[in-house]
């Protein structure tokens, strides 16, 4: 085994991917349900494309950026095994020039899932943890799940939580079960607010609830947006706006590739009403703050 350190160039990257999904390995093995996987290809257009590890490493090198790689644990909502996150930290050991690992544990299994999470980080070095509450089926304002959310507090790690619509369930009969409400990103304002140090990520555009993660994000300091599963060119107008000024510094370049891929993302950002001088930090020098890799950099030197 071998624990996960960053080997980054952070002078040479053009920018940091925060949210890259692995979706597939080179067993075959997919992290969703067969039915819910070709409904996302159908949903999204990209045909069920599910890089493996190694190509999405390629893939991002070839374009001179990082990225930070996860799956998510469903196993108990879904009743499907998901890909290991002790493999996904693995594989960006292998690839540590590029690729950054979070962990990914099932709420749902209470005690397990804190020893899991704090395992992922002690063994195997994982930099943030993804949560999907509609997938995962679960509340996360609920203090059921405050001992998984101290372990990464105290070691100092990221949370990431889907918030807003998703395309996984979409069309199909009765969004196959998911709750969008889980979602809901105001959910997360308590866990900011009993957690202050943890630093909480609200992935993508929130819509329907796209006022309410910035009344979050502008209230609590430990809170930031990440920027993905959209083209830029349909961000709502408000998130372009604070994204330019007052969150700037709190904003991150994601694309969820590979549904949406980071040359689409550079693209159509240019269409955007986002102010060039914030575009530094948000491709960038936030997620270095964020994932700490300024002081790895020092370290290593």
């Not at 409904?39 to 090198?61: I, K, Q, S, T, W």
């Not at 002690?122 to 059921?144: A, C, I, L, M, Y």
């Amino acid at each position: 085994m071998t624990r996960y350190e960053p080997a980054l160039d952070l002078d040479s990257l053009i920018a940091i991917d925060t949210h890259v999904h692995i979706e597939g390995d080179e067993h075959g093995h997919n992290s969703l349900p067969n039915d819910l996987a070709a409904a996302v290809g159908a949903y999204f257009g990209n045909g069920g494309l599910r890089p493996e590890l190694d190509a999405v490493a390629e893939y991002y090198r070839e374009r001179n950026m990082a990225a930070v790689v996860f799956t998510v644990d469903a196993r108990t909502s879904l009743g499907h095994d998901p890909i290991p996150s002790e493999d996904i930290a693995e594989g960006a050991a292998r690839h540590n020039d590029v690729l950054i690992p979070y962990g990914s544990v099932d709420p749902l299994r209470g005690d397990a899932a804190v020893d899991h999470a704090r395992r992922l980080i002690e063994d195997h070095g994982v930099r943030g943890f993804k949560f999907h509450p509609t997938v995962q089926g679960f509340d996360p304002s609920d203090e059921r799940y405050y001992p998984l959310y101290r372990v990464l507090e105290e070691a100092g790690v990221v949370a990431l939580f889907h918030t807003g619509q998703t395309g996984i369930g979409a069309g199909m009969p009765g969004g196959r079960g998911l709750r969008l409400g889980l979602s809901n990103p105001m959910l997360l304002d308590g866990v900011a607010a009993d957690f202050p140090t943890l630093q909480i990520v609200m992935a993508h555009p929130s819509v329907p609830w796209q006022e309410e993660a910035l009344s979050v994000a502008t209230h609590k300091h430990n809170t930031w947006i990440d920027l993905s599963g959209w083209s830029p060119k349909y961000f709502p107008a408000e998130l372009q706006r604070y994204a330019g000024t007052i969150l700037k510094e709190r904003v991150l370049f994601g694309t969820d590739f590979p549904l949406i891929t980071p040359d689409r993302w550079m693209k159509d950002i240019e269409q955007t009403n986002i102010k060039p001088e914030a575009l530094p930090g948000i491709l960038k020098d936030n997620a270095i703050r964020l994932l700490g890799l300024d002081q790895a950099k020092e370290t290593s030197a």
